[in-house]
């Protein structure tokens, strides 16, 4: 457990740490399992691997929650009665690491030299690949095997040994322990996809534990004694390196193709025929399902889909029902098999049967006709299909159009690619069991078409007509007193320690600054604080402070320097504070429960804790789609799949704005896969595989759950940055979607663009002209720059009205 002392425990803290350790095992589960565990009770184990002592709760940056302690597996263990043996072991492993790590800072030193990038920015989110070491291990009756992997924002993962690929060290020590232990099971604490192949055809109990926020150590102890049963299911395929998918570009510096188009994560597997180690949609528990199709009906558009669910094993559990759909591709192509709607069941006893029923928004499954530039249902026949993975599945109905329907008619906006989408060389076969299935009739009358009105009807406040134009350049740019290597990061706020930012105040005006902070996995601000009269001040935040170490020698003193400051200002008469923010599950895991009712719980949580901290929007959730397991930001995001990504978003999102005056802020709009030069790279992807995967998820967060906010991403979009493209900001996230909230966007910073780089910064004057209220964090080159604009007529006086009355009904 890593802690240091502090104030007693709050009660909120404890309550928090219990409705997390009771759900939290539901975002775990297992890739295989025999009948070895759970354990009879605690016992003496042999403990081994780089997240034994060294266990994550979450990734590394705007993803990283500065809580009281957390529960590492060493602690978690002990904690639940379990001795140690290998405590050595553990030991020689730590000081095998430490040596690594020297070497390591070094060349990322030397790597941001080259870049042109300054140090600081250039480390954050470097994975640092596990060290090769030899270290005897112990025979004995029962192993844990705790291998972590760490994710981090700035920086994409690799296909190297000790990231994406094991090293030979714990290939060989994995394999050794399954034959000296008679009861052997390996643990996965990490963010995202490692290539398994090397041991799974060995290992008979693979737990994917995922990184469980503060109480991850506590929630395996559960899993080993039988206490909680792990009911997740995979929201990402899993497949070996050399079988991943590489139509598509990824983490180049400029210009980044998509050309797999709508063929993402088992869209594309299901299509080039590749099987994978463990499929999307897959998770064991303690105890085996059978699910058999029911009954469906259909009602304004909504399809509902019953199972009966039986459970065939001998321990209590939940079971996923997870509905696909197959939609013609006679005209234009589709992917073999769809998400189309989920739902958890309750807890169901041994030999119990119950039935339950998912509905399948007709919406979500649409196919996206750039002919037509409309939402359409293909004519033809449309096969449901249930299952408990996107592999197992049995028909449970058909739907049967004569011709196109169409749900929403829309116009195309988003520019064009240099290249065709892929598209797979097979069609689609229609399974031998949709013979006798059920057909039900689906013709334009049973939903009614959309035909959008682009029209901006906005009003603009009465307090904000009366405003002069600098007030409203001020308004328009995130507060930007702080400025430096703070604000690049996200630590501007002044009001509450370690927050990410603020907008303006004008208390003549009776406007409040908006106080906001980052996330998803809870909320990220500093532990210490202190205050006096003249307000508050940070004793240094963790994430910062870390980060020095790359930093240039005189520049490693400014951690020392900040917190002797507080400390003189704490002895001239201030007081010393303390803020714990509780770590959730981070974003896949949350996915992985496939449990919309955990994920509002979590957005509780971190609701009421804004309460209590005085933070009024959260930078969370992030919501991209896991384009490519590469992507180093995955492990903040839910899902390959929009459908998965869009309901958790939605359920965190109300489980947040339950809190009167507490808003969330879905990000990052839009197609923001890579890390690498993310402010100014360059995403080329086709109309269609836009809407259909990288926006969908989107579309459903703001229909199910009315966000206050959206942030726009760094990237560009077909060679316009998504912050100055009034198409996605105004036209699809308003008139399509609905969105009225307002928008702000990413943390523009500079000297983060690599050298030599083909795009430039976005420009604050056409940002909001796209309709975005804030500029982040601000600047003062950015307020002149909107005033010049103003005067320049590049920027309307009446669209900076629209965006601050945006803003300011969030401060009333």
């Given at each position: 457990?890593?802690?240091?002392?502090?104030?007693?425990?709050?009660?909120?803290?404890?309550?928090?740490?219990?409705?997390?350790?009771?759900?939290?095992?539901?975002?775990?589960?297992?890739?295989k399992r025999n009948s070895d565990f759970p354990l009879d009770g605690p016992c003496e184990i042999g403990l081994y691997g780089s997240g034994a002592r060294q266990t994550l709760k979450g990734g590394t940056g705007s993803g990283e929650v500065n809580s009281r302690f957390y529960y590492t597996a060493e602690r978690g263990l002990e904690r639940a009665g379990f001795t140690i043996a290998?405590?050595?072991?553990?030991?020689?492993?730590?000081?095998?690491?430490?040596?690594?790590?020297?070497?390591?800072?070094?060349?990322?030193?030397?790597?941001?030299?080259?870049?042109?990038?300054?140090?600081?920015?250039?480390?954050?989110?470097?994975?640092?690949?596990?060290?090769?070491?030899?270290?005897?291990?112990?025979?004995?009756?029962?192993?844990?095997?705790?291998?972590?992997?760490?994710?981090?924002?700035?920086?994409?993962?690799?296909?190297?040994?000790?990231?994406?690929?094991?090293?030979?060290?714990?290939?060989?020590?994995?394999?050794?322990?399954?034959?000296?232990?008679?009861?052997?099971?390996?643990?996965?604490?990490?963010?995202?996809?490692?290539?398994?192949?090397?041991?799974?055809?060995?290992?008979?109990?693979?737990?994917?534990?995922?990184?469980?926020?503060?109480?991850?150590?506590?929630?395996?102890?559960?899993?080993?004694?039988?206490?909680?049963?792990?009911?997740?299911?995979?929201?990402?395929?899993?497949?070996?390196?050399?079988?991943?998918?590489?139509?598509?570009?990824?983490?180049?510096?400029?210009?980044?193709?998509?050309?797999?188009?709508?063929?993402?994560?088992?869209?594309?597997?299901?299509?080039?025929?590749?099987?994978?180690?463990?499929?999307?949609?897959?998770?064991?528990?303690?105890?085996?399902?059978?699910?058999?199709?029911?009954?469906?009906?259909?009602?304004?558009?909504?399809?509902?889909?019953?199972?009966?669910?039986?459970?065939?094993?001998?321990?209590?559990?939940?079971?996923?029902?997870?509905?696909?759909?197959?939609?013609?591709?006679?005209?234009?192509?589709?992917?073999?098999?769809?998400?189309?709607?989920?739902?958890?069941?309750?807890?169901?006893?041994?030999?119990?049967?119950?039935?339950?029923?998912?509905?399948?928004?007709?919406?979500?499954?649409?196919?996206?006709?750039?002919?037509?530039?409309?939402?359409?249902?293909?004519?033809?026949?449309?096969?449901?299909?249930?299952?408990?993975?996107?592999?197992?599945?049995?028909?449970?109905?058909?739907?049967?159009?004569?011709e196109d329907v169409k749900v929403k008619q829309v116009r195309n906006s988003l520019g064009e690619t240099d290249f065709k989408d892929y598209t797979p060389d097979d069609r689609r076969v229609i399974p031998q069991d949709a013979v006798n299935a059920k057909v039900i009739g689906l013709s334009q009358t049973d939903i009614d078409c959309l035909d959008v009105n682009y029209d901006e009807?906005?009003?603009?406040?009465?307090?904000?007509?009366?405003?002069?134009?600098?007030?409203?350049?001020?308004?328009?740019?995130?507060?930007?007193?702080?400025?430096?290597?703070?604000?690049?990061?996200?630590?501007?706020?002044?009001?509450?320690?370690?927050?990410?930012?603020?907008?303006?105040?004008?208390?003549?005006?009776?406007?409040?600054?908006?106080?906001?902070?980052?996330?998803?996995?809870?909320?990220?601000?500093?532990?210490?604080?202190?205050?006096?009269?003249?307000?508050?001040?940070?004793?240094?935040?963790?994430?910062?402070?870390?980060?020095?170490?790359?930093?240039?020698?005189?520049?490693?003193?400014?951690?020392?320097?900040?917190?002797?400051?507080?400390?003189?200002?704490?002895?001239?008469?201030?007081?010393?504070?303390?803020?714990?923010?509780?770590?959730?599950?981070?974003?896949?895991?949350?996915?992985?429960?496939?449990?919309?009712?955990?994920?509002?719980?979590?957005?509780?949580?971190?609701?009421?804790?804004?309460?209590?901290?005085?933070?009024?929007?959260?930078?969370?959730?992030?919501?991209?789609?896991?384009?490519?397991?590469?992507?180093?930001?995955?492990?903040?995001?839910?899902?390959?799949?929009?459908?998965?990504?869009?309901?958790?978003?939605?359920?965190?999102?109300?489980?947040?704005?339950?809190?009167?005056?507490?808003?969330?802020?879905?990000?990052?709009?839009?197609?923001?896969?890579?890390?690498?030069?993310?402010?100014?790279?360059?995403?080329?992807?086709?109309?269609?595989?836009?809407?259909?995967?990288?926006?969908?998820?989107?579309?459903?967060?703001?229909?199910?759950?009315?966000?206050?906010?959206?942030?726009?991403?760094?990237?560009?979009?077909?060679?316009?940055?998504?912050?100055?493209?009034?198409?996605?900001?105004?036209?699809?996230?308003?008139?399509?979607?609905?969105?009225?909230?307002?928008?702000?966007?990413?943390?523009?910073?500079?000297?983060?663009?690599?050298?030599?780089?083909?795009?430039?910064?976005?420009?604050?004057?056409?940002?909001?002209?796209?309709?975005?209220?804030?500029?982040?964090?601000?600047?003062?080159?950015?307020?002149?720059?909107?005033?010049?604009?103003?005067?320049?007529?590049?920027?309307?006086?009446?669209?900076?009205?629209?965006?601050?009355?945006?803003?300011?009904?969030?401060?009333?």
């Amino acid at each position: 457990m890593k802690r240091r002392t502090f104030m007693k425990i709050t009660e909120y803290e404890k309550r928090h740490l219990r409705e997390l350790r009771s759900g939290a095992a539901g975002c775990a589960l297992f890739l295989k399992r025999n009948s070895d565990f759970p354990l009879d009770g605690p016992c003496e184990i042999g403990l081994y691997g780089s997240g034994a002592r060294q266990t994550l709760k979450g990734g590394t940056g705007s993803g990283e929650v500065n809580s009281r302690f957390y529960y590492t597996a060493e602690r978690g263990l002990e904690r639940a009665g379990f001795t140690i043996a290998t405590k050595d072991w553990l030991d020689k492993y730590d000081a095998a690491k430490k040596e690594k790590h020297a070497s390591f800072v070094k060349s990322v030193k030397t790597e941001a030299a080259k870049s042109g990038m300054n140090p600081i920015q250039y480390s954050m989110g470097k994975i640092e690949p596990e060290p090769e070491y030899d270290i005897l291990t112990e025979s004995g009756e029962v192993a844990v095997y705790v291998l972590s992997r760490v994710c981090g924002e700035g920086s994409d993962r690799k296909g190297i040994r000790g990231d994406i690929l094991l090293t030979k060290t714990e290939i060989s020590d994995i394999l050794q322990l399954k034959a000296d232990y008679r009861r052997f099971i390996l643990v996965l604490n990490v963010g995202g996809p490692v290539d398994l192949s090397p041991v799974v055809n060995v290992v008979d109990n693979i737990l994917l534990l995922s990184q469980l926020g503060a109480v991850t150590g506590v929630v395996l102890a559960d899993i080993l004694l039988g206490k909680a049963d792990p009911s997740g299911k995979l929201s990402t395929t899993w497949v070996s390196w050399n079988d991943h998918e590489i139509v598509g570009d990824f983490e180049e510096k400029n210009d980044t193709r998509y050309r797999e188009g709508i063929y993402v994560g088992y869209r594309y597997y299901d299509a080039a025929g590749v099987k994978p180690l463990f499929p999307f949609g897959f998770g064991k528990s303690y105890t085996d399902f059978e699910v058999t199709p029911q009954d469906a009906s259909l009602l304004d558009g909504i399809l509902t889909v019953s199972a009966k669910v039986k459970n065939t094993g001998s321990f209590a559990g939940r079971e996923v029902v997870e509905v696909y759909a197959s939609l013609p591709d006679d005209r234009i192509d589709t992917p073999r098999k769809v998400l189309a709607g989920f739902v958890k069941s309750k807890t169901i006893e041994p030999g119990e049967e119950v039935t339950v029923s998912a509905d399948v928004d007709l919406r979500d499954i649409t196919v996206y006709d750039e002919a037509g530039a409309a939402y359409i249902i293909p004519a033809g026949d449309t096969v449901i299909s249930v299952g408990d993975s996107s592999k197992d599945t049995r028909t449970a109905c058909i739907l049967r159009a004569s011709e196109d329907v169409k749900v929403k008619q829309v116009r195309n906006s988003l520019g064009e690619t240099d290249f065709k989408d892929y598209t797979p060389d097979d069609r689609r076969v229609i399974p031998q069991d949709a013979v006798n299935a059920k057909v039900i009739g689906l013709s334009q009358t049973d939903i009614d078409c959309l035909d959008v009105n682009y029209d901006e009807t906005d009003r603009v406040d009465p307090v904000v007509s009366e405003m002069s134009d600098e007030e409203l350049a001020m308004l328009s740019v995130g507060a930007f007193q702080n400025g430096g290597i703070a604000s690049t990061i996200g630590l501007a706020g002044t009001r509450v320690p370690g927050s990410a930012g603020e907008s303006y105040e004008d208390r003549k005006k009776g406007i409040r600054a908006l106080v906001m902070a980052d996330g998803p996995a809870g909320l990220r601000l500093d532990r210490e604080y202190g205050e006096d009269k003249k307000g508050r001040y940070s004793y240094g935040n963790p994430m910062l402070n870390s980060l020095f170490e790359y930093s240039p020698k005189l520049v490693k003193l400014w951690p020392t320097i900040q917190r002797k400051l507080a400390e003189r200002r704490t002895a001239k008469g201030g007081r010393k504070k303390y803020q714990f923010a509780t770590a959730i599950p981070i974003g896949t895991a949350l996915a992985q429960s496939w449990d919309r009712d955990f994920a509002e719980q979590c957005g509780d949580i971190v609701g009421e804790e804004m309460e209590i901290f005085g933070v009024d929007i959260w930078l969370a959730p992030a919501m991209n789609i896991h384009r490519s397991i590469r992507c180093g930001r995955n492990f903040e995001y839910y899902s390959e799949d929009p459908l998965i990504s869009g309901h958790m978003a939605a359920s965190i999102t109300k489980g947040v704005q339950k809190h009167p005056g507490r808003y969330t802020t879905i990000k990052h709009f839009a197609a923001n896969n890579q890390e690498r030069n993310r402010m100014v790279s360059n995403s080329c992807v086709s109309e269609r595989a836009l809407r259909e995967i990288y926006l969908r998820g989107f579309e459903i967060a703001v229909r199910e759950s009315h966000p206050g906010f959206v942030m726009s991403s760094y990237n560009l979009i077909n060679g316009v940055h998504s912050s100055e493209r009034r198409d996605l900001m105004t036209d699809i996230l308003r008139s399509e979607f609905g969105f009225d909230g307002a928008l702000m966007t990413d943390w523009i910073a500079p000297m983060m663009a690599e050298k030599g780089s083909k795009w430039a910064y976005p420009s604050p004057v056409k940002v909001a002209a796209s309709g975005t209220s804030l500029f982040m964090p601000g600047s003062l080159h950015d307020y002149q720059e909107i005033l010049k604009g103003l005067e320049q007529k590049n920027i309307t006086r009446h669209q900076l009205e629209i965006n601050v009355s945006r803003l300011i009904k969030f401060t009333k």
